[in-house]
C-alpha cells in the first residue's frame, strides 16, 4: 500500500480500508473495496479520515451523554494544512463540519449528522515558547502546555479549573478560571490565532489583523472558523502553591469574604464551591491561591485579615501539581465510573450586584438530588473585560459571576435530563430579566430567537462575520445560532 493510501486508511475490525472518495449520491464515503460507481476523490491528507462504526459512535457523543449525532467521517488532521483541505472539501461538496477537542461540552456543541468531525487532538505541537508568550497547535491540552512553561516558570495569565481541556476548545467558548477575577477569559488574553474559515482559507488574526475574524471566533461557539493555531501571553508564575480552603454555613459571609479577597490585591485566584451540607441545606467554600517561592511564602494572617470562615485548611503544592488539582479529581471520577454518567450543565454569566440573590434563590429550587452523583456548584468571579471579546457575551457590569449548575444523573433515571433541563433554562430565563447571559458550553436548549436576545446589538456584525467567512454555513450546527 503506497503512503497517499496509508495515510487515508482506517482500521474497521482487523483489516484495513482505504477511503478514495465520497458519493455526492449516498452521501457516504467510498472505500477501495466499494469504489464501483463514479466518486468525488478525497484530498491527499497527512492524517487519517475514518468511517468505522467504533469511532462514529464515539464521535456522537460528548461529556453530557444525552445528544447524539453521527457523523459521515471523523478527519483526525496530521497537520493544520489538512483542515484547510478538508473544509474546502466540504464547502464543495454540501457536508457540515464541527470540530472537536476533548468533547467536554454537553449539549452536541461539537457534533455534526451526517457530517464531518475534525478530532484536533492530533494537532498538538508546542512550536515555540519565549519570555512572554507560546506558539501552539490548539488540539492541545492547557495541562500539556503547562508541562512545558511552568519549569521556565511560566504560564497562561488564566486557567479553567480542568486543565485536561483543548485550547481551541475553551477559546472556542470562553475560558473561565480562578484568575479571571484579575485578567478576564482566556478569550481576553490571545495576541493572535490561525483560523481555517468555512471557505477553507487559513487566515492570521488578531486585534489588529482581520480583527472581524478575530473577535468574532473568540468564544464564537464554532460558527466563524476552526481556530487551528494560536499564539499566547505567558506571566512570571513562581514555583509553589499555597491554597486557602474556607469553609462557611451562612452565604451571606461568604459573599462577602469573597468581595474582600478579589478586591483586596493579594492573591493570585479565587472562586467559590457550594454543595450540599447532608441536612437539606447548603456549604460554602472558597478556594483562594497565592503563588510563591519557599524563601518567601505567604503570610496567612495577613492574607486572611478579616475574614470570617467556619473553619479553614490550608495546604502547599508544586504549582504544575495545584493547576491540574482539578483533573487528579476528574481523573478519580472517571476511575469510579461517574465520568461516563449522563450530565447537565447550567451555566449562567450573572451581573455581580445581582448574584448573592440570584444563588439564594436558585439553590431554595435544588436539592442534592438534583446534583446526582457527581455534581457541584461553582462561582468564578470575572472581570468584565467587555470591549475585548465581544463574542463571548457578559452582562454589561464591571464585575460578573459565572454560576455554574453542573449536575449528574444514573442512566437508570428516565427522568434525570428532561427534568434538569428544564430546571436549568428556566434559570436561564430568570437570569436574562436580571441582565444575565448564558455560557454556551453547558446543556441549555436555545432558540435562534435566544441568541439574538443574548448577542443583542452586536447580531448584525456577528452574521456579517458568518456572511464574510462561512458563507454556506456548514461549520458548527449543533448550536442553532444562525
Known sequence: MDAKVARRSFLAGASALAVVGFDPVHRSWVTKAFADTPVISIPDLDGVLLTDPATLAAFADDYGHLVHHTPLAVLQPGSVEDVSKAVKFCRRNGIQVAARGQGHSTNGQCQVQSGLVVDTSTLKTVEHIGPDHARVQVGLRWKDLLAATVPLGLQPPVLTGFVGLSIGGTLSMGGIGAASFRFGAQVDNVIALDVVTGEGELVTCSRDENALLFNAVLGGVGQYGIIVRAKLPLEEVLPNARNYVLNYVDAGMFFADMNTLTCGGKLDGVYGQIGPDGNGGWVYVINANKFFTSANPPIDDDILAGLTPATSQITDYDTYSFDTLVDTLIAFLQSIGLGDIPHVFGDLFLPASQTPSFVKSSLAGLTAADLGPAGFILLFPIRNRFPDAPALRLPRAEQVFL?????????????????????????????????GTLYPIGSTPMSKADWMAQYGAIYPLLVLAKETYDPTHILTPGPGIF
Open 403 to 435: 454560576f455554574d449548575v453542573l449536575s449528574s444523573g444514573l442512566p437508570t433515571d428516565a427522568s434525570y435530563a428532561a427534568t434538569e433541563i428544564a430546571k436549568a433554562r428556566a434559570r436561564f430565563e430568570e437570569a436574562r430579566a436580571i441582565g
